[in-house]
């Protein structure tokens, strides 16, 4: 345990106040911790405990038990089979990230990272960022495959952030998509906000956050569609949820209403969608840099399926 004890007298603006909710004002901490601080007895004036109801008088000198700080998320150092190093110089490092391995770690994901698979190769990543996603300008989902840009220096973090901000980062995707889209090329201007009923989908909604979709189609087949896909937005899931929006989801993807018998008959055990491609201005050169991810194989061979 490394907890923290302060003391401290209760200005006049917080006299009469709810111990919780003065508590939560004096130390920055949600109005249910301060709470759960106060039935735990970590909360005391003149050494007795003070219930989280009780009213403040101005003067008092209270003392908080703070809770243990949170330890920082680190990555688990540890090589990523299948992922390649497609391209690294002092800058940034490009590698083909294969499915099943997230970005960076966070609360609930205790697998594989594109953070800690480079550490444990000998890459050298910037240092810049929160502690748990150090050098990562950008993500992929765990369920989804292709190529991803880290920063290895510091002015590449800076300048990469900065680029994806302002979208001049040109994102490339490959997409099998269910039936024929139409038209077969086509912008989706549809904003996307987390689904009211589902809190790990998300969905078109009026109020959600801006989110543009350009595709056109490469190859079609009897059940499904080969398309390419370029976005303006980076919402989360956000091809899956404007393809299955149009009547066109990605095949593989029942969590947006893909057929799982077509699905079956492919091999398939994931989203057919892959990051193709990334193109930008290189932060050390200046000049126009593209990195390219071949698609992994088991999107190959659904995609011999399909042309049969």
Request: net charge neutral.
């Amino acid at each position: 345990m490394n907890r923290q004890l302060r003391s401290f007298p209760i200005p006049e603006g917080l006299e009469g106040m709810r111990a919780d909710a003065a508590l939560a004002k004096l130390l920055g901490l949600s109005r249910s911790a301060t709470a759960q601080l106060c039935a735990e007895g970590g909360v005391t004036v003149d050494s007795q405990e003070l219930g989280k109801s009780e009213r403040l008088a101005s003067g008092q000198v209270v003392s908080v038990l703070l809770p243990e700080p949170e330890k920082p998320l680190l990555p688990r150092e540890e090589l990523v089979e299948g992922m390649d190093v497609l391209y690294s110089d002092a800058d940034i490092i490009c590698v083909h990230k294969p499915v099943g391995v997230a970005a960076h770690p966070s609360v609930g994901w205790d697998g594989p990272t594109v953070i800690g698979g480079l550490r444990a190769a000998g890459y050298n990543v910037a240092s810049l960022g929160p502690t748990e996603r150090q050098g990562i300008v950008h993500r992929l989902d765990v369920g989804t495959s292709g190529v991803m840009v880290v920063a290895s220096s510091g002015r590449a973090y800076s300048a990469l952030k900065h680029a994806f901000k302002h979208r001049t980062v040109k994102k490339t995707y490959h997409a099998v998509v269910q039936g024929l889209p139409d038209p077969i090329e086509g912008t989706i201007d549809a904003p996307i906000g987390r689904h009211p009923k589902s809190g790990w989908k998300f969905a078109v909604l009026d109020d959600g956050k801006a989110a543009v979709t350009h595709y056109r189609l490469i190859e079609a087949f009897r059940e499904a569609s080969l398309i390419e896909v370029h976005l303006e937005t980076g919402r989360t899931h956000q091809i899956r949820v404007h393809m299955s929006a149009t009547g066109h989801p990605c095949v593989g993807d029942p969590m947006y209403g893909s057929n799982p018998q077509l699905s079956a008959r492919l091999g398939l055990e994931r989203q057919w969608l892959h990051a193709v491609q990334l193109g930008f201005t290189h932060p050390g050169t200046g000049k126009w840099f593209e990195a390219r991810a071949p698609y992994p194989d088991d999107l190959q061979h659904a995609l011999e399926r399909l042309q049969g």
